[in-house]
């Protein structure tokens, strides 16, 4: 019924910038918070950063000052822009998003297939 699907991760030298985004589609009534998670090799997932259907955002500390997550409610997108890429951003990105798919605003957390992205020289 929904699907999220991520694009824009890649291979990118340190200091560089991506841009990810994440596009939301199927049978979506409303969409509550919206956010990025990232897994690297041998570790667990964790969360890079959020932001509320008010606009209201957080980030991990290790990337605050460096990464801008934004939505578009009209476009049901989220996007994450990363610049001064360091190699420990390597990871599979994965977008998340909390979904109600009725009008009893029953919301569930949905994930999509993640993206790859990778800092090295």
């Known amino acids: 019924q929904v699907q999220l699907v991520e694009s824009g991760g890649g291979l990118v030298q340190p200091g560089g910038s991506l841009r990810l985004s994440c596009a939301a589609s199927g049978t979506i009534v409303s969409i509550n918070t919206m956010g990025w998670y990232r897994q690297a090799p041998g570790k667990e997932r964790e969360l890079v950063a959020a932001i509320t259907s008010g606009g209201s955002t957080n980030y991990a500390d290790s990337v605050k000052g460096r990464f801008t997550i934004s939505r578009d409610n009209a476009k049901n997108t989220l996007y994450l822009q990363m610049n001064s890429l360091k190699p420990e951003d390597t990871a599979v990105y994965y977008c998340?998003?909390?979904?109600?798919?009725?009008?009893?605003?029953?919301?569930?957390?949905?994930w999509g297939k993640g993206t790859l992205v990778t800092v090295s020289s």
């Open positions: 998340n998003a909390q979904i109600s798919t009725s009008l009893f605003r029953i919301f569930r957390d949905y």
